[in-house]
């Protein structure tokens, strides 16, 4: 497993913008594809966006294709998300993950491909 650690949540209002980021250690973090989910209170996880290991191929939730950038960075073994235009909809506790599999084409939305989590960070949008 790989020991992930998020960061730059935090209270904006809307319209505004946020990058999280997502800093991993442990195992190859190239070699492995990745993803940010959130959860909001009362609802299930969900993913917010994900990216494959090499960079190349990304996902995007509907509700936020448009505003929010996913990316990665594998030379410093570092995943962000770049949200913009945030709307009070988008508050939730923010999750990087890593998934199981080495090197598998494409990205996936299903929690159970993930086997390492983040701690979670808040995001907050004020209307």
């Known amino acids: 497993q790989v020991q992930l650690v998020e960061s730059g949540g935090g209270l904006v209002q809307a319209g505004g913008s946020l990058r999280l980021s997502c800093a991993a250690s442990?195992?190859?973090?190239?070699?492995?594809?990745m993803g940010w989910f959130r959860q909001a209170p009362g609802k299930e996880r969900e993913l917010v966006a994900a990216i494959n290991w090499s960079g190349d191929i990304t996902t995007y939730a509907d509700p936020v294709k448009g505003r929010f950038t996913i990316s990665r960075d594998n030379a410093k073994n570092t995943m962000y998300l770049q949200m913009n235009s945030l709307k009070p909809e988008d508050t939730a506790v923010y999750y990087c993950?890593?998934?199981?599999?080495?090197?598998?084409?494409?990205?996936?939305?299903?929690?159970?491909?993930?086997?390492?989590w983040g701690q979670g960070t808040q995001v907050t949008v004020s209307s």
């Open positions: 442990g195992r190859t973090f190239g070699s492995y594809g």
């Open positions: 993950a890593s998934r199981r599999q080495f090197r598998t084409y494409g990205t996936s939305s299903y929690t159970g491909d993930y086997d390492s």
